[in-house]
């Protein structure tokens, strides 16, 4: 097949196939885009204008001549060979982002290592490409602000000096294949994803530089065609090595929208668009019903919308509109729905601590895009409405969200049970965070870094997650069930399962929050015994454990490695823990039915290597068991207590990992609740007199 012809057959499809992906806001077919004079993409000539004419903006233009200026006077060289992947650029003992202290040299910061093999050069190769990618945008902007023919011309030189060396490039991936081998590799980079992000940069600088005069005819037809639409072909004939779905193809079709918007060229939009592979394509497999991106980490959500924008920017310009498509704009939407009272964000799967303000900028682009209010809003930084925000269930996603109260008692308990998530999901079922007393407590590390070996040893193990863990080994990936979720004015409840995380396992979590106070019950049933370890990171420091005895010898297990500084106590039926905060608050966390079992107290991984968290990890010795938690915030008139109650069926009792009950006592009177694990409840279960369809909770006597 010829290069192209691919493309040709792709968009073909996509245009017959557009009423069916398109979710709402539907029209039957994209008219031909219009592609006006340059520039066109990042900024019209009309728009330059008004900025040169807008004294408000007069500090901001002074700022990009001067740093062009900077940029004019430092000339970097385009590297004349090819880069390699970015991450390669930094300690493997430490995880530190090398310093170059000469193109052959490269120091750690950290412990001061010196690399000077060739694949740490050629990342930090990559490091200047992407430096020079965005010059060109820069020097592009700068030109069409200032009408600086100097700025054109840099521009020009790299780009045409690119356009030389590209195609002398060969194709080569990360780990080392070459040529035709390297099949998500790249020419320029090593991977395909970036030379898609690269030639976005580039078209958007020459889009603006193009119009200077000392650009000549056969310079525009060259960077045209043996850069911008060479990579932009180049990543169509390849794309289909790369997981549809993923956020990879997200950026293709940026590349494809901005490449086609600059280069007028009409098949690469609607590639871009309704291609088999385009926007319209991934709104209806790549985005979850709960409007996030199926790959179930935030970096990745706003990492595909930050394509998406580009996409629909440069689709806006040629003439086409997607404001009305409800789909797309959950995105936009979707992130809230899971960020904690203060605005932040757990850290499922491969995702970094983050918080909706930091993604700002996005919610500025959408509320002007969807003329939203709510977004524009946000985009101002107002996240007031944050901390009243209702309980949510993410079912497509596979998160239980569940919020009480408000100010500075706002709490937030979230389970993830659900989907794996793909390649950047971890073996996490049934994980809890916890956010409570102002701040996250219970967390999940995220990714820490793709560059250090904790990545793999730690983050990507089920140790490293508030779960249970079997006999040392990480989960399967599986997806897990939500069985019930259910929100009344004064608790708010979720049950969910996973029979597939461990063979002949079935594990259930209920979790019952109050305005005062987390029930977490974690049921494990199986027929052959097996070590059950309940782990539970959590902030703070640590009261309830002076009689602990230090640990002779390492904890054996997957990623139990990384615990540090264990101690241990045999198992009691009753104890209570405290996790004090810096402000003085404590979350008291009381655990019940751990006679015969043993009590461990370590240290694991937080976000960073040196962010040492507290964990608290419960093993039994058992076939089936049940572990009951308590998590107190002190806002109830505590400390509660924890009574353990068995749960009944016409006159016999359940075992515990069918059926049990709790009752919660403090200052404040007494509560029962009660919960049925088993696939099929029965409807008849009984706990202290009180039946239980699913789950039950009801005070026994009147608040005091
Ligand atoms: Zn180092
Ligand atoms: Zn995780």
Partial sequence: MKPGMRLVAAACFGVFSMAALIADGASPALRAPVFGPRPRFLFTHEELDAWRADPAKSNELAQIAARAEALLSARRAVPDREGQWIFYYACPADGARLRPESPLAHR???????????????????????????????????????????????????????AALYPSFERHDRWGRTGLLAVVGGRRYSQL??????????????????????????????????????????????????????????????????????????????????????LMFQLASSVTDDGLWYEGAIAYHFYALSAIQTTLDAARRAGWDFSSNGRLKSLWEGPSKISYPDGSLPVF????????????????????????????????????????KPSAVLADTGIAVLRRNSGKDAVCAMMDWGKHGGAHG?????????????????????RISYSVPEYRTWCRTTAAHNTVVVNGADQDESDGALLHFEETGSFVSCLA???????????????????????DVFAVEGRKSSEIDLLFHCRGEVGGAEDFAPLEKPLEGSG????????????????AFEFRQPDGRSLRVTAAGDEGGVFL????????????????????????????????????????????????????????????????SGERGSCVAG?????????????????IRRMAFCFEEPRR
């Avoid at 970094?352 to 985009?379: C, I, Q, T």
């Fill in 349 to 388: 799967h491969d995702s970094d601590r983050a918080s909706l303000a930091n993604y700002r900028s996005f919610f500025e682009w959408a509320g002007r895009y969807f003329k939203d209010p709510v977004l524009a809003a946000m985009g101002r930084g107002d996240f007031a409405s944050e901390d009243r």
């Fill in 193 to 278: 994803l970036d030379e898609a992000c690269g030639v976005i940069q580039l078209a958007a600088g020459y889009d603006l530089a193009a119009p200077a005069a000392c650009f000549s005819d056969g310079d525009r037809r060259l960077i045209e065609e043996k850069l911008l639409r060479l990579i932009a072909r180049e990543t169509g004939l390849f794309q289909h090595f790369i997981d549809e779905r993923c956020n990879h193809q997200t950026w293709f079709n940026a590349a494809y929208a901005a490449v086609g918007l600059v280069t007028g060229d009409e098949e690469l939009m609607r590639e871009a668009i309704c291609g088999s592979r385009g």
């Fill in 675 to 691: 919960v049925d694990f088993r696939q099929n409840p029965s409807g008849r279960a009984k706990v202290a007199g009180h039946q």
């Fill in 497 to 519: 399962a996973a029979d597939r995380a461990y063979p002949g396992l079935r594990l259930s979590r209920w979790l019952l929050l109050t305005d005062g106070w987390l029930l």
């Fill in 560 to 575: 139990y490695g990384h615990l540090k500084n264990i101690r241990s106590a045999p198992g009691r039926k009753e104890a």
């Fill in 426 to 446: 971890h073996p996490d079922k049934l994980n809890m965070v916890l956010y409570a007393l102002g701040r996250e407590l219970a967390l999940d590390p995220g």
């Fill in 108 to 162: 750690c910061p950290v412990c001061g290592k010196m690399y000077t093999d060739e694949r740490t050069v050629a990342a930090w190769r990559t490091l200047v490409f992407n430096e020079l990618d965005s010059e060109v945008r820069d020097m592009g902007i700068a030109y069409g602000l200032t009408g600086d023919e100097r700025f054109a011309a840099r521009a020009r030189e790299i780009l045409l000096r690119l």
């Fill in 601 to 664: 107290l370590g240290e694991g991984i937080g976000y960073t290597l040196n962010d040492r968290v507290p964990c608290l990890m419960r093993r039994r010795k058992a076939a089936s068991t049940v572990f009951v938690t308590l998590y107190d915030f002190g806002t109830d008139g505590g400390p509660n207590r924890l009574d353990l109650l068995h749960g009944e069926e016409s006159g016999k009792e359940l075992p515990p990992w069918q059926a049990i009950g709790v009752r919660v």
